[in-house]
């Protein structure tokens, strides 16, 4: 069974989604991210698409606006994660503490 699940947004323009409306979504998608993977799922987060093209081929409703999705899929025996997975820049690269 396929279901369309819609994370936020009350506007149709992507350009005018709130800041919170966005910062929810991403709330929501990393929870069913780790819940997936609790269930074995295995899950990438992806960002690189159109997302007027996405609404209109899954017919979604005009206030619902895809800001991300998800890849996934149950891994098998041979799936192994790329030499880049295990690839940490330094955290002082990426957070300021204030
Ligand atoms: C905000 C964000 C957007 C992303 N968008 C895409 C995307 O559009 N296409 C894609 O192939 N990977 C995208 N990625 C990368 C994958 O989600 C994932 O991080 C990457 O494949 C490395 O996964 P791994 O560390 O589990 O190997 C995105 C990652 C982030 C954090």
Excluded at 3 to 28: H, P
Excluded at 62 to 68: A, G, K, L, R
Aim: with cysteine; glycine share 4%.
């Amino acid at each position: 069974m396929r279901t369309k699940q819609c994370i936020l947004s009350e506007k149709t323009d992507l350009n005018q989604i709130t800041l919170q409306g966005k910062q929810d979504a991403a709330i929501v998608a990393a929870a069913m991210m780790y819940e997936a993977e609790e269930l074995g799922v295995h899950n990438v987060w992806l960002r690189g698409f159109d997302s007027k093209v996405v609404a209109e081929t899954f017919d979604l409703p005009e206030n619902c606006v895809p800001v991300m999705m998800f890849a996934m899929g149950y891994p098998t025996e041979e799936t192994k994660h790329s030499d880049w997975h295990f690839m940490r820049k330094p955290i002082e690269e990426t957070v300021t503490v204030l």
